[in-house]
């Protein structure tokens, strides 16, 4: 490209989503290259391909600060790399050391005759309950997300990190392994997949270490509409559908269910079609924890038991439910107007713990990303996520300015964060 040259592109819409915008757009305007005119997401007009397609335009030529730049058609001072108007804030987040080691992927189980039903589960443990020491619940996002308790509907096996030896020795449950999972294993190309066959392909033994001690923990389904976490008990195994948070406090629950965490998984994860790919890289371990309240606490512990009682009186998943919450047809209905209240004060508690009582959140139906959802308005959305990402920059400022191991600093650790 000349150095006043000009640019037209046409691309999918993950151009502007996690790792692809940072080899892609990042780079080119950290080059220089400056975004004049962009379309984030749209449907592809032709029904041959069912795609959401973005568009960018832009310069390498100086633009001056007055020139006309529009986002989806509306005139803005200036265009992100995420293909919508610019806040104070520029450049993307990064990953915030305080956060790691919290939130995990689930187990990559990688072979179908591993998964059986319960029943057949409960015959194998009534045949020879030493089978029990390798028969587990199995939740997936889709259990997660659609049934009324978030319960596992089918079980696993897992030999954890058992020679083959010892594994042999649950007669059941190893021949399945053997005669279901070992060809398909035989065909795959990574050594230790197809080497060590009757074990999963993923086990998650950081996973495992981080939640050993804890009864509960909260996790979400990893691609989905409503990014709503949901308390569950450790006693079993996570697929690789579900991403994990290591800890069971309520005030935690009460920020990852906040509109705030929501609103920063939607604009920096990827998506597919209009859900939620999370991703805890790119959303979790960036985003900023405020510090921990009782009024978090509190309000977290009303959203956990409220809308636990409501789904399995009305035998409804979380999906169900917050299509409910997130419809703004439904105007009559106790339930969902209890679920918004307590969403509002989750809201306020969160940008309070922040000591953002300044922002008017102005709750309503509110369209973000083509899903209109019960949130916060435009408005308040751009104030928030300007904070947030100032926030992950000024903490990314201090860490890099700590001093090495036996040098004193005047800059105090974390107190009283959710995680800690």
């Known amino acids: 490209m000349q150095a006043k040259g000009t640019v037209g592109l046409i691309a999918t819409n993950t151009v502007a989503q996690g790792d692809t915008r940072e080899v892609g757009l ?15 997401s749209r449907s592809w007009p032709a029904a041959s391909a069912n795609l959401e397609y973005a568009a960018v335009w832009g310069t390498l030529s100086e633009v001056a600060a007055g020139s006309r730049r529009v986002a989806d058609d509306t005139p803005v001072k200036a265009i992100s790399t995420l293909l919508e108007a610019q ?58 997300n659609s049934r009324a308790d978030s319960s596992a509907s089918r079980w696993v096996i897992d030999f954890g990190t058992r020679e083959r030896e010892e594994a042999a020795t649950y007669e059941l449950p190893f021949s399945r392994v053997l005669n279901q999972v070992k060809p398909e294993r035989d065909k795959v190309k990574i050594a230790y997949r197809r080497d060590f066959w009757w074990r999963f392909a993923a086990w998650a033994p950081s996973l495992r270490s981080a939640i050993a001690d804890l009864p509960e923990v909260l996790a979400l389904a990893r691609v989905s509409k409503t990014v709503m976490p949901m308390r569950i008990a450790t006693d079993q195994v996570v697929s690789d559908s579900c991403v994990v948070f290591a800890t069971d406090d309520y005030g935690d629950q009460a920020v990852l269910s906040s509109s705030l965490h929501q609103l920063w998984a939607i604009t920096y994860a990827s998506t597919l079609e209009t859900r939620v790919r999370y991703t805890p890289s790119d959303v979790f371990e ?73 922002i008017s959140l102005d709750h309503g139906f509110h369209v973000y990303r083509q899903v209109e959802r019960w949130s916060l308005s435009a408005q308040a959305r751009t104030q928030v996520l300007d904070r947030l990402l100032l926030e992950n920059h000024a903490r990314t400022s201090v860490a890099r300015k700590l001093p090495t191991r036996g040098q004193s600093t005047s800059v105090q650790a974390a107190e009283g964060t959710l995680f800690d």
């Not at 591993?114 to 889709?142: H, K, M, S, T």
């Not at 105007?331 to 713990?353: F, K, L, N, P, Y």
Request: proline share 5%; glycine share 8%.
């Open 26 to 40: 990042d780079a080119m305007v950290a080059s220089g290259f400056t975004i004049t005119r962009a379309i984030q």
């Open 87 to 144: 806040g104070r804030a520029e450049g993307t987040p990064n990953r915030l050391a305080e956060n790691s080691g919290i939130a995990f992927q689930g187990c990559i189980v990688l072979g179908l005759g591993f998964v059986l039903e319960p029943d057949e589960a409960q015959e194998w443990i009534a045949a020879d309950p030493r089978n029990a020491d390798v028969l587990f619940p199995y939740l997936n996002g889709e259990d997660l």
């Open 286 to 358: 960036t985003f900023p924890r405020p510090p921990a309240s009782d009024r978090l606490a509190d309000i977290g512990w009303t959203l956990d038991q409220e809308r636990r009682e409501i789904m399995q009186r009305r035998d409804l998943g979380l999906t169900k439910l917050y299509n409910m919450v997130n419809d703004p047809t439904v105007t009559s209905d106790m339930d969902i107007a209890r679920m918004r209240d307590i969403h509002v004060e989750v809201d306020q508690a969160t940008a309070g713990a922040f000591g953002w009582t300044d």
